[in-house]
C-alpha cells in the first residue's frame, strides 16, 4: 500500500520560511507526477507546485512562483517543498499527492494517491 507522509509544517511568521517533506513508501520514479497542494479553511484545495518526475520539469501558481520552489529526490523517495518569504494567506493544510497517468500537474481528481497533509500558519 502507497503512503505518502508529509512532515516540516509549523508556525512562523511573515517572511519567515519553512520546508515540507513528503516521504513516500514507494519509489518515486515510478510516478509519473508529485505535487503539493493546499487548502484554508472554506476554500478548495489547490495545487501549489508540481513536478513531472522523468524530466524534471517544474511548474507553479502564480500565488507562490518566485517563493516557492519544488523538489524531489528519488534516492530518499522524497519530495520537497522549500517555502521562502511566507505570507499570512499561505496559512493552510499542505499536502502532497502522486500521479501515475501523464495529465497536467493541476487535475486535482487524476491523483491516486494522497498524503494526511501537514499545517502551515503564517502570522503578520
Known amino acids: 500500500q502507497v503512503q505518502l507522509v508529509e512532515s516540516g509544517g509549523g508556525s512562523v511568521q511573515a517572511g519567515g520560511s519553512l520546508r515540507l517533506s513528503c516521504a513516500a513508501s514507494?519509489?518515486?520514479?515510478?510516478?509519473?507526477?508529485m505535487a503539493w497542494f493546499r487548502q484554508a479553511p472554506g476554500k478548495e484545495r489547490e495545487g501549489v507546485a508540481g513536478?513531472?518526475?522523468?524530466?524534471?520539469?517544474?511548474y507553479y501558481a502564480n500565488s507562490v512562483k518566485g517563493r516557492f520552489t519544488i523538489s524531489q529526490d528519488n534516492a530518499k523517495n522524497t519530495l520537497y517543498l522549500q517555502m521562502n518569504s511566507l505570507k499570512p494567506e499561505d496559512t493552510a493544510m499542505y499536502y502532497c499527492?502522486?500521479?501515475?497517468?501523464?495529465?497536467?500537474?493541476?487535475?486535482?481528481?487524476?491523483?491516486?494517491?494522497w498524503g494526511q497533509g501537514t499545517q502551515v500558519t503564517v502570522s503578520s
Open positions: 499527492a502522486a500521479k501515475l497517468r501523464p495529465g497536467w500537474w493541476l487535475m486535482r481528481d487524476d491523483y491516486n494517491y
Open positions: 514507494t519509489f518515486t520514479g515510478t510516478y509519473n507526477s
Open positions: 513536478i513531472y518526475i522523468g524530466a524534471g520539469s517544474t
